[in-house]
């Protein structure tokens, strides 16, 4: 079982490499919408790449109004 | 569909929908691959009226407001169901906009009650902005995990009353709701919509694009937006058809529920038509040389053939996969929310696809002008539905001119501000704030914007006013911000951005620091609402006697500048 520290570092891991940032550019409490400068469209593609990565199902709607990798992080923690 | 003349209400018309097809099939939810629910009008019915009995027991009754925060799934329309029923006033709200705006403008709309999901009411509930949404006295959440803190709220699915409730009934001038069109962080717009506009609405649109038992519409487009409300959940109804709400809009799942419902019509952002073209394209590129040409050439047939008009039944039969993967049924996409570009149009129109492009306002009660496909126009927005009066306004000579529209579908104004109201309805007609002009056929042809704002591809509209709050305190001597359109105008609807003006302080100089101070604010926003450059100007901006900024008047000011200089990109 992954720590929650893992986990969060696994999410920034996948978004640093799905959208081609430098190594090290995000940070837990970073707004992925303003960090990423993304739109809705370009998070689902995030989330439907983080339900493989763990396995799980992450459905929309429980991931709403969440916008920090942090947060996003404990809600696949608490499915994992 | 139901003689909408007939009735008074929205609620009225629905109730007695619920009758007229009670075991045809009103609603379907799927998650993922996994059908949730599938509803007749009957069961519907069923559902609803336990929970208007339960909010009368409350107390909720005629004229009280209550707010949605929801994304697209029965529940919503269950819940807008019940509060009709007992005569109260729909304020729904986007469930994409942060906590502190929804409590804003719960605050603003004067709700009592609110009905929103476990997931939202989760930020909802720890958000600053709770407190001083006093009004609210009862919260109800939908799908609150067993163990759940519900923080105040009640559980939307325990919440049922024993016996019948009271059918309330309304007058057509009554307030059905409160759509708010914008104004987070800024002047609330609360359109207050009456009875009469959704009755009048669906009457005019559906003459164009009708419903009846068996079609399936795809919700995707928030419920709380003018347009799905209508197409997604009054037009159907009260036609007898069914609306399909997928919980997830991840691409992979919408894509395959349209063979799997075999979806009728669907409502899109001129962004996600956008996308699909994208998907399409890359799709056809893909294809060997030879089924390429062969492709290309049962394109070219179905254009020279639909000219005139869409014919389905052959575009289907010579363009067969590409309608199967739409299911083999789509009518039409419904696009809306913001201006559609016209190659992205004709692309659609070639395949044998129809888009219903339109024009319309929240504040005009969602559809102004619809193109009625007779023949299909990519380079116009399309012409004024039934019992729309349109003018253009001191018309240039080159035809364009502001566009106002009378109609009974127009909302009554502005919630708590009569100032804004008499603004933007003048002589009962109301001044949409665009420019346009009619051509030789009677098509209205969008050229640009009269007003202070922007729309994104999303269909967000943006108000320099909203976002100018992230600028507050920066160390300059006074700052204001603009749509570049609006000081320069340009005869378009795409690529609109927003500038700010800078007046520095005396010997201030627009510095590496000031500069890292305005792109750090800038990122603050989300990326849709950020400004694009920035504009010194060495003078004071006029001011009002209460300091005001006169906007027109800086705008007049700022026009004698070259745009291309002027503007420093962020």
Request: with cysteine; proline share 5%; charged share 25%.
């Amino acid at each position: 079982m992954r720590t929650i520290e893992q986990t969060t570092q696994e999410v920034l891991d996948l978004a640093t490499k799905h959208f081609q940032l430098p190594a090290g550019s995000l940070a837990p409490g970073d707004d992925f919408f303003k960090k990423l400068g993304i739109d809705s469209l370009q998070t689902l593609e995030l989330l439907s790449r983080l339900e493989n990565h763990f396995s799980i199902e992450l459905p929309d709607y429980e991931v709403q109004g969440v916008s920090d990798f942090k947060t996003l992080a404990e809600r696949i923690q608490s499915r994992l | 569909m139901l003689d909408l003349s007939q009735y008074q209400s929205v609620g009225e018309a629905l109730r007695e929908a619920l009758e007229r097809f009670s075991n045809e099939v009103c609603l379907i939810e799927a998650d993922r691959e996994r059908e949730k629910e599938r509803l007749t009008y009957i069961e519907f019915k069923k559902r609803a009226l336990p929970l208007a009995k339960a909010l009368q027991e409350t107390g909720f009754s005629e004229g009280d407001r209550a707010s949605i925060i929801m994304t697209n799934q029965s529940k919503w329309l269950i819940s807008a169901y019940a509060i009709f029923f007992c005569g109260g006033v729909l304020v729904p709200l986007d469930y994409k906009l942060t906590p502190d705006e929804q409590w804003q403008l719960i605050k603003h709309s004067g709700a009592t009650l609110l009905v929103t999901e476990y997931p939202i009411w989760r930020q909802l509930s720890i958000s600053a902005g709770r407190s001083a949404a006093a009004n609210v006295k009862a919260v109800l959440i939908t799908e609150a995990p067993a163990n759940a803190d519900l923080a105040g709220a009640r559980r939307w699915e325990e919440f049922c009353g024993a016996g019948e409730p009271t059918f309330i009934p309304r007058k057509r001038s009554d307030t059905a709701s409160i759509v708010y069109s914008s104004g987070t962080g800024g002047r609330p717009k609360g359109c207050m919509m009456t009875h009469e506009n959704y009755l009048e609405q669906c009457v005019a649109l559906t003459s164009i694009y009708p419903f009846w038992p068996g079609v399936r519409y795809l919700s995707i487009l928030p419920t709380n937006h003018a347009i799905d409300f209508m197409v997604g959940f009054f037009g159907p109804f009260t036609c007898g058809a069914a609306v399909v709400h997928l919980r997830t809009l991840r691409p992979e799942y919408v894509r395959e529920a349209f063979p799997k419902y075999k979806i009728t019509y669907v409502s899109l952002v001129p962004l996600v038509l956008k996308n699909l073209q994208k998907g399409l394209q890359a799709r056809f590129d893909a294809l060997p040389a030879g089924k390429r040409k062969v492709f290309n050439a049962l394109v070219a047939v179905n254009k020279a053939l639909t000219k005139s008009q869409p014919r389905l039944s052959l575009s289907r039969l010579l363009l067969k996969q590409v309608h199967e993967a739409f299911g083999g049924e789509l009518l039409a996409i419904i696009v809306g929310g913001a201006f559609t570009e016209p190659q992205t149009l004709q692309f659609f129109y070639d395949l044998g696809i129809p888009v219903a492009n339109g024009y319309g306002l929240t504040e005009a009660g969602t559809a102004i002008t619809v193109n009625d496909l007779r023949p299909f126009r990519a380079d116009a927005v399309g012409k004024p539905l039934p019992g729309m009066e349109v003018r253009i306004l001191n018309p240039a000579a080159d035809g364009v001119g502001e566009v106002a529209v009378r109609s009974k579908t127009v909302m009554s104004g502005y919630l708590n501000d009569p100032e804004l109201t008499a603004e933007t309805i003048v002589d009962g007609w109301l001044m949409t704030g665009d420019l346009g002009k009619f051509d030789e056929t009677g098509h209205l042809q969008l050229r640009g914007r009269k007003k202070n704002m922007i729309v994104t591809e999303e269909g967000k509209n943006i108000y320099p006013e909203d976002i100018e709050k992230v600028f507050e305190s920066l160390p300059v001597k006074e700052f204001c911000v603009f749509a570049a359109n609006y000081i320069w105008p340009k005869r378009s609807m795409t690529g609109e951005q927003l500038v700010l003006v800078l007046h520095l302080d005396q010997e201030q100089k627009y510095g590496e620091e000031l500069q890292r101070d305005v792109n750090a604010r800038n990122q603050r926003l989300l990326n849709y609402k950020r400004v694009h450059g920035v504009i010194l100007l060495d003078e004071d901006f006029p001011r009002t006697a209460s300091l005001k900024i006169k906007r027109n008047e800086l705008a007049a000011r700022l026009a004698k500048l070259d745009s291309a200089t002027a503007i420093r990109q962020l």
